[in-house]
């Protein structure tokens, strides 16, 4: 009895954190990272060069919504690392007292991008057509960060003679959808299931976004996402999570994040 | 034996019976565990949902549209489930034909698929560029993220615990009855109608009631099938997930609302088909 039990709880711990024993100087060190949605394909790339550097590192990624990953903080869950896609999260974490806040660095940005389907009409081309009957849009919900700066890109619209006056109204009326994150607007675009979306030009760069069109909106409407990042005051993955925030931001990383569609930290127009 | 011993005897319980004592002990002590854990999160999220919170979510739109709308779709899966589901029943039940095992078991696949699968494959064969949905679409009917596409994602998913119910209804009906009806003169579908429906009823019903509790729940096949707009594909588990994250009291509220609901469900469902199991 005592043995099964033994095993049930060996079984426990190799659930939660998973150990590939290694002949090295430096024992495993878990690093637990909580990251925006959009930062997927590019986080995976930098934790592999990140373990060129320091191999003990071990990496387990949490890729969801950015509000997601704060309430899974705010409930309780253990990490080192939070990137999320806005300030508003990141600031509620430390409201939160989970962040330091002198901690936080911005480490990337990210601008809005209208995507459109395989075999969507040809007669859509551009941000202005998306007011159109019987377009299709997916958007990202409003608790989602890429929906919320969609919603503010919407608004700058009106605000610019450029845009019908009720350009944010008619593109809202053809809104079939409010995805729970970035990525699934992607997704419903690239299956043609929708005929536009609005993502990240990181997201648009990414492999998954195979066959779709793209089209700029224009920097005068357009949001910059900033993305800011920090460890957790309770990390206890002994430097090594400081370590990783501090190598996101050295130039070869910086160009890896451009490689993959995003802006580097001092690049670009900031907004914000 | 002197009577003191007689009365000793009597005092001290058999060793048996401290054995059987113990064992019972034990045995609930084994037990404790998982009933704890899986009543604790139920007790949790009661202590939690405030009932001030309660009343708002009634009355806040998002929510009131949210829990319209799951009645609306879930009803109407029902009645579909109820109309559609019935025939395939009785032919699993009573027909003999090539290929019935695995018919039965295809049937069953739905319930064990993860919902998010189910979700998947409705997109992949009823979406815009889909194997039947390029064709609707041709003719302008176009069912993901509309209502149609809520319902058809809990259909998907709940209709084949009534099938599989009422086969068994079915398969319980003593024959001898029917036959003696047709005996009588009456017509195959008065049979049906007037002895077999009639025997089957209360797992038709448990069946159904238990259909329109796993629709209910539905919600991976609906958020990928249907997506998430509120008022027309928002239903109380989507309006619960993304208020998680927006709105933690209203997702309680509203998570409240369905484990009650759920629980006299299953409730209900026990009564009746504990009832079927003594008459059957």
Redo the contacts between chains.
């Keep these: 009895m005592p043995k099964i039990f033994g095993a049930i709880v060996i079984l426990f711990l190799g659930m939660t954190s998973s150990s590939e024993p290694r002949a090295q100087e430096n024992p495993p060190q878990e690093i637990t990272v909580f990251a925006a949605a959009s930062l997927h394909d590019v986080f995976a790339r930098l934790g592999e060069d990140f373990r060129a550097k320091y191999p003990q590192a071990r990496f387990t990624f949490n890729f969801a ?1 950015s ?2 990953l ?2 899974q903080l705010q409930q309780g869950a253990r990490a080192d690392i939070f990137a999320s896609a806005d300030l508003r999260h990141m600031d509620a974490a430390v409201a939160s007292g989970l962040i330091d806040s002198a901690s936080v660095q911005i480490f990337l940005r990210n601008r809005l991008v209208v995507v459109f389907s395989p ?1 969507s009409s040809n007669a859509l081309r551009d941000l202005h057509d998306l007011d159109q009957p019987g377009v ?1 849009i ?1 958007l990202a ?3 989602v960060p890429a929906g919320l700066y969609a919603l503010q890109m919407l608004d700058r619209c009106d605000q610019t003679a450029d845009f019908n006056p009720s350009f944010k109204t008619s593109v809202l009326a053809n ?6 994150n970035v990525r699934t607007v992607l997704s ?1 675009v690239v ?4 005929d536009a979306g609005i993502v990240y030009t990181s997201d648009a760069a990414s492999v998954a976004a195979k066959g779709i069109r793209t089209a700029t909106i224009p920097a005068s409407v357009n949001v910059i996402a900033t993305y800011p990042i920090g460890p957790l005051k309770e990390s206890k993955s002994g430097g090594l999570a400081g370590r990783f925030v501090a190598f996101l931001l050295t130039d070869a990383a910086q160009e890896v994040f451009e490689h993959f569609g995003f802006i580097r930290r001092d690049g670009g127009d900031t907004i914000r | 034996m002197t009577p003191l011993d007689a009365i000793t005897r009597k005092a001290k319980p058999p060793r048996g019976a401290i054995v059987r004592l113990l064992y019972r002990f034990l045995v609930g002590l084994a037990a404790l565990p998982l009933i704890a854990f899986l009543l604790l999160p139920i007790a949790g999220l009661l202590f939690h949902a405030q009932m001030a919170a309660l009343v708002s979510a009634v009355v806040d739109p998002q929510a009131a549209r949210a829990i319209s709308l799951s009645a609306q779709t879930t009803l109407l899966t029902v009645v579909l489930t109820v109309l559609l589901g019935t025939p395939v029943a009785y032919v699993l039940a009573r027909k003999e034909f090539a290929g019935k095992g695995l018919l039965d078991a295809l049937i069953e696949l739905p319930i064990v698929l993860p919902p998010s699968v189910a979700g998947i494959a409705l997109l992949l064969t009823f979406g815009r560029r889909g194997i039947l949905g390029s064709l609707l679409s041709a003719h302008g009917v176009e069912i993901p993220f509309t209502e149609s596409a809520v319902v058809m994602a809990q259909l998907f998913v709940a209709s084949p615990l009534y099938v599989k119910t009422l086969a068994v209804g079915f398969a319980e009906v003593d024959r001898q009855l029917e036959q003696a009806a047709s005996i009588d003169g009456a017509s195959a579908w008065q049979t049906f109608r007037f002895v077999t429906l009639p025997l089957s009823a209360r797992a038709a019903l448990g069946g159904a009631i238990m259909s329109w509790a796993r629709s209910l729940g539905e919600f991976g096949a609906t958020i990928i099938f249907a997506g998430n707009f509120p008022g027309r594909t928002q239903t109380m588990p989507l309006a619960i997930y993304i208020g998680f994250e927006m709105d933690l009291q209203t997702a309680l509220a509203l998570g409240a609302i369905l484990l009650v609901v759920s629980f006299l469900v299953l409730a209900a469902v026990k009564v009746l088909l504990g009832k079927l199991l003594v008459l059957g």
């Design positions: 919504g509000q997601q704060l309430q075999s299709k997916v919900d409003k608790a809104v079939v959808s409010y995805e729970e419903k299956l043609g299931e929708a």
